[in-house]
Structures are given as C-alpha cells and as structure tokens.
C-alpha cells in the first residue's frame, strides 16, 4: 500500500484531505450517481484546543433514496449524506489520556489517512465496515432510531464517566482528610508541654 501526501493544514488552521485520496472518494462515490467529499471533524478537545480528530466522507444520497424524504418534502433545511467515519474500534477505550486531564480513550479510534493512501481509503469503502456508518441507515425510520440509540448512549457514558469521576472525588477528599488528621495528631505528639515542673522538695 502506498503512501499518500502528507495532510496540508489550511491558512484557519484546518486540515485538508491529500488531493489523490479526495479524488479517489470522488471517483469512488461517481460509479454510484453520487458525488463525496473529504472532511476532518474534530471528536475530542483539551485544554481549548483541538487534541485528536476524525476523517469523515461525506457522500451525497441519490434522489431516489429514502433518506431523501424529508428533504424533498421541505421538512429539513439541508439534504442528508451519508458520513463514513474513517476510524476503527479502540482497545484502549476508557484509558486514561496523557497530558488531557481526566479525559478517557473514547469507544473509536481515527485512523491515519496518510497511511491508508487512496488505495486504503477506497478498499475502506467497499468493505463496508458497520462502524463506519455504511449500510447503517436506509430510511428515516432507520435514521431516526439510529439518532435515539446514539443520545441513549452518549447519555450512559456521561452518566458512567459522572459516576466514576464522582468516585475519585470522594476518594480524594478522604485520603485528603485523612492527611490532615494525621499530622495534627503527629504535632500534638511532639508539642512541649505547658505544665510546670514539679519543685524539688528540701532535703530537712
């Protein structure tokens, strides 16, 4: 597998896609009456910053499709794509990530478009990977259970992520409490007394 480009950076700051990729997505999406583009979406920020992102292609629907309801029927503001995430399943899920914090490795992770090369990005493609968002949605039936299966899941992790973080909140405060208690007890111990000394009796 060859190489591609390296990634250009735009004048915002904005990565774009290598031209022989995006002209392979295109091509690609052309035998099937549509049209694909190359984006990179940002999935995980730290410290105000963008720390890791997704290439994500977008592929126009053919008018024929079912995704394409709403649409023609004036019920939504702009016309659907298909999104296939270039990324893959994380081992490292919910390890924590170095020099981010508390933020953990999230459920996927991207995967490196430079290294694919164009040849990688299309067999990507046609292998239809569920995790990446092909064949996942063929209607607005499926889309919007689709939508409600991912806000049920964002809504448990956060719920999980809360909880665990809740957990080293409490374990902090203890081991924090217990420190204090600990060297008031030492400094009472090594504290001078303040009671007198008892007198010498006189020897008669």
Known sequence: MS??????????GWPIPPVEIADEVELYARAWGRHATVHFVPTLFANNRVFRGTWVIRMTLRPDDKRMKLWQEQKVNEPPTEDVWLHE??????????????????????????????????AFLEAGNMWSGRNKIRS??????????????ATEKARADAQEAGRYIVADQRRSRFDKESQVGVIADVEPSTRAAPKPRNKE
């Open 3 to 12: 190489l591609a480009a390296p990634v250009r950076i735009t004048r915002g």
């Open 89 to 122: 399943p994380n081992p490292e899920v919910g390890k924590i990530i170095p020099h981010t914090g508390n933020l953990r490795e999230p459920s996927f992770r991207p995967l490196n478009i430079t290294e694919m090369g164009a040849g990688g990005v299309r």
């Open 140 to 153: 607005p039936e499926d889309e919007l259970k689709h939508n409600q299966e991912m806000r049920r899941q």
